[in-house]
């Protein structure tokens, strides 16, 4: 490939003149060929990469300027000075298809000739691309053949830095202004400059990388060592000259010694590689908190950045359908390089020492815990996949972490299987001999296989291929004579290897590795004075519950022993744990603060069984408050859609109004439905069916109603619910239905949203709802549809001053049933109601809406109502304000008092707050 680059930076555009000789090393004839041609793939809101960011709530792409998305302009393509047929690629506009003049024939190539213009995107996308400041940071800037191996291998940018390109021969010659400095892994050939403008060349053989770096400012620097030269502007810690030669030293030759000789003179490391895939957890810490040694944070951000580059020059494969094994490599030498080199460094550093911090089990832990620690985060939400899936099929956090994470531990798991540290000899010995050979997982798989007599049919079935999550218990131990005859019990479907431990007080006497357990296995070991017997102590083995592994030879209570924490902890599994959190809380106006301890179960990982009781004390009502909630979730691994069901008892008691309390008791199952083969879909399934045991204090003061008359009654509730969230196309609907001795109700609710191309939003809401019978209507709305406030019967939502009538709290809005937003009469239906509430974008986050309904009560005929008004959206469903207008009220913005007709959403919950931040992720 021969690249001629000229940079226009008044536009932020490239001229591309481009070269390809391409050798078709098949046994097939190629009557067209297939280019990728990335810089396109920010074109429209409709590409592979901008739907990408919708589903993943990435509002940057949708919300920029027209000139920040890129594109690329494709002017000509020719061959032997014949112009050439091309299209894009329906459904990859990324992709160009081209017509050769003539079939390539095998073991020949064929050479085209392409002009086209790159438009430059701004880099706030994908961190490549073009800054505020002008500088140039580039991947898969221009024109690449994709690989034809039988099949042409292409695939459309979705922001996962994972472009298939063969083995090529680079040469570009770069032209921009002199003011700027150029950086490339190529080697650079030639440089010279005419008048205002610089001329750089670089070439390269047998290359996979050519990222391209243009910056107003000197930001690399060069360190030379004996193998090859490190470029980077890796953010240094302020480590001065001579500790970052002498680390960076120390990376090379680890690299060196451990993936072979590196094939090029210069390997290149930009800040971008490391913030796109950061040491997760250091990357978190502000900068003022230095819990690890500052040479230390550096070696590990060069080492795993030079990883991944390191990887990405010798191994040609295809990250989009093979990356696990790239992933598992990169993730297994850091994991080695930590234990050689810092054998003793905790998960929290320097933190695991201090008083009060280090009795937490998690700042005990070893550094190197945190990778299976990630992986069964997500093992234990059963929304893990699969390490052969594709990896544009993968949810956020398994892309970006608990795959590579679980790759890793899952080599360091066959190394120890395989003892003599046979893993760390295969792995240099495949890198050197594929070097430059397309690689796959049967590939690796066959080598491997070959290394060893040991049965490894386990790891490249069920270990990579499969989610099945591994789960073994000690289900008794008995002493007799000299021998301890121990039964291991295989509480899943798949069976691995697992190790067996036998102690003595704290001492390990022995470890043997058992194989093919399917159901149980009995085994005799040696009595050495064992006092009891573990299994997977050392935890190399990923298990998906590690507390069932102890058996106690001793005379104990407990298996475990008790163990009473403060705060939230990472589970010890030698411990039967319970944790107690303070807890500061404003839930509503009556109680004011709430001053308590919850004591509880869960631990960072989730557990099937979750408990929590938590009293609690008002400092407004003085009076003791509180709830206990018991919940066990079912998870469902069989290929239909139901993906857990969850068994629920909540019981609370807390204020509703000044001195009246109400005590709730729910008990409920939930059943959720999700599509199992493709996690990254943003649609969920409910149904919800739940019994609501509500017991209210009496209110003296209040008229005398069937209301306050029976302030107690139950309600059986059903609802079904269906939600498809995304950043462009928005709709939920639920029908719900409730039955209690005085009513019975049917209600539908749907909602759809829909951002628009020019970044306009559009907002629909109908509600109908229905009484099957109604015993009440004659005495109390209590029960009754709301036009603009529920009144909450049955507890439900976040009310802050539920019973407030005028003031601050009765303004605040909850958008529910009725869904209007100025307070006109009819205010209930006591028979039946429908409504339709929409709103559009004006400017930014300020909106127009509107509402109309027809409300019916007994007695009167049905009424038409309406409002209208101005919503100011700062964070949608969460902190919003909403203005009147007009209404049946007439011109509500020119009334008395117009201040309190002001209705307002506000979210204090951090929990739900931290939804809009996590959702992405999973």
């Known amino acids: 490939m021969d690249v001629k680059a000229t940079f226009d930076v008044t536009k932020n555009q490239i001229r591309i003149s481009q070269t390809i000789t391409y050798f078709n090393k098949t046994n097939d004839t190629l009557q067209s060929i297939y280019l990728n041609d990335w810089s396109n793939s920010f074109a429209t809101k409709n590409t592979p990469l901008a739907k990408r960011f919708s589903e993943e709530f990435k509002t940057e792409f949708h919300f920029a300027k027209n000139e920040d998305r890129g594109y690329s302009v494709i002017t000509s393509i020719h061959q032997n000075e014949v112009e050439l047929e091309f299209d894009r690629v329906k459904d990859h506009i990324d992709v160009v298809k081209v017509e050769l003049e003539t079939p390539l024939l095998p073991k020949n190539s064929y050479t085209i000739h392409l002009n086209y213009i790159v438009q430059v995107p701004n880099d706030k996308f994908t961190r490549y691309g073009v800054s505020t400041y002008g500088d140039y940071n580039l991947r898969y800037w221009y024109a690449t053949p994709a690989v034809y191996n039988g099949e042409w291998q292409y695939s459309s940018h979705k922001d996962l830095d994972d472009m298939f ?18 950086e490339s892994e190529l080697d650079k050939i030639d440089y010279y400059h005419v008048k205002d403008n610089q001329t750089v060349v670089f070439s390269g053989k047998n290359r996979l990388n050519s990222k391209l770096f243009l910056n107003k400012l000197s930001l690399y620097r060069e360190i030379e060592t004996d193998n090859f030269t490190l470029i980077s502007n890796v953010d240094d810690e302020n480590l001065n000259a001579m500790n970052k030669a002498l680390v960076t030293d120390k990376i090379v030759q680890f690299l060196t010694d451990n993936l072979g000789d590196y094939p090029h003179e210069r390997l290149l490391i930009s800040d971008i590689d490391y913030r796109k895939s950061p040491i997760y957890g250091l990357n978190l810490l502000p900068s003022f908190i230095r819990p690890f040694p500052d040479h230390f944070q550096y070696e590990l951000k060069i080492l795993k950045t030079g990883l991944r580059n390191y990887l990405e020059n010798i191994l040609l494969i295809n990250p989009r359908t093979d990356q696990w094994l790239m992933d598992g490599i990169q993730t297994y030498y850091l994991m080695k390089y930590v234990d050689e080199n810092y054998p003793d460094m905790k998960l929290a550093g320097t933190l695991s020492n201090i008083w009060g911090i280090k009795s937490f089990h998690a700042m005990q832990l070893d550094f190197n ?88 049919e386990w790891f490249f079935t069920d270990y990579i291929h499969t989610k099945k999550y591994i789960d073994y218990t000690i289900s008794k131990a008995i002493r007799e004579n000299d021998s301890i005859h121990v039964t291991i019990k295989n509480n899943s479907d798949i069976s691995v290897p697992i190790s067996l431990f036998s102690f003595t007080d704290k001492t390990v006497t022995s470890k043997i590795w058992l194989n093919s357990i399917k159901d149980s296995l009995t085994v005799t070991i040696p009595d050495t004075q064992t006092t009891k017997v573990v299994l997977n102590h050392d935890q190399i083995v990923p298990e998906f519950n590690v507390r069932n592994n102890t058996k106690t030879l001793t005379k104990a209570l407990f298996n475990r022993p008790l163990q009473i924490r403060l705060i939230k902890d990472i589970e010890d599994p030698d411990y039967n744990q319970i944790f107690l959190m303070p807890i500061v809380e404003f839930n509503n106006i009556y109680d004011g603060i709430v001053l308590g301890v919850k004591a509880y179960n869960k631990t960072v990982l989730r557990k099937p069984f979750y408990y929590k009781i938590a009293p609690q004390y008002g400092l407004k009502s003085q009076s003791l408050t509180g709830s206990v909630t018991l919940n066990y979730i079912q998870y469902i691994d069989d290929s239909s859609p139901l993906f857990n069901i969850n068994y629920g008892v909540g019981a609370s008691y807390s204020s509703y ?31 919800n069916l739940r019994y609501v045991d509500i017991n209210r204090d009496s209110d003296p003061s209040a008229l005398l109603t069937s209301e306050t008359n029976q302030p107690n009654y139950g309600v059986l509730n059903l609802r079904y619910n269906h939600i498809d969230k995304d950043l462009v196309n928005y709709s939920s609907w639920f029908a719900d239905t409730q039955f209690s001795e005085k009513f019975g109700k049917v209600a539908l609710n749907y909602e759809y949203r829909k951002l628009t191309k020019n970044n306009r939003q559009y907002n629909l809401r109908f509600f109908a709802g229905v009484f099957l019978y109604n015993k009440t209507f004659r005495d109390s709305d209590y029960f009754s549809f709301a036009l603009d406030r529920p009144t909450d019967y049955l507890f439900d939502y976040n009310y802050y001053g539920r019973s407030e009538s005028d003031g601050l709290f009765s303004q605040q809005l909850i958008i529910a049933e009725g869904g209007f937003k100025s307070q006109l009469q009819p205010s209930f239906a006591n028979q039946w109601i429908t409504t339709l509430n929409g709103s559009m974008t004006i400017w930014k986050y300020i909106l127009a809406y ?39 009220l007439g011109w509500e913005i020119a009334q008395p008092q117009y201040a309190e007709k002001i209705r307002f959403i506000v979210t204090l919950d951090f929990k739900t707050l931290l939804g809009l931040f996590t959702r992405r992720w999973y």
């Open 850 to 888: 509107g509402d109309v309904g027809l409300v019916k009560n007994h007695d009167t005929g049905a009424e038409f109502v309406y409002d209208t008004g101005v919503r100011v959206s700062l964070i949608e469903d969460y902190f919003e304000l909403y203005f009147p207008v007009y209404s049946n």
């Open 165 to 182: 390109v063969p083995e090529s021969d680079i040469r570009l010659e770069i032209t921009c202004p002199l003011n700027y400095y150029i």
């Open 657 to 687: 109004a000044e001195d009246l309390f109400v005590r709730k008791f729910t008990p409920a199952v939930q059943l959720s439905f999700r599509d199992k083969n493709n996690l990254r879909s943003n649609k969920r399934h409910y149904l």
């Open 369 to 456: 815990a945190q990778y299976s620690f990630l992986y069964m985060h997500m093992a234990r939400q059963n929304i893990d996949q699969p390490l052969t899936m594709p990896k544009d099929s993968l949810i956020k956090f398994n892309e970006n972490i608990a795959n590579k994470y679980k790759a890793g531990v899952g080599l360091k798991y066959m190394n120890d299987y395989l003892g003599n540290q046979l893993v760390d000899s295969i792995l240099t010995e495949f890198l050197i001999t594929n070097r430059h050979k397309e690689v796959n997982t049967e590939r690796f798989e066959r080598f491997v296989k070959s290394k060893t007599d040991k049965d490894l």
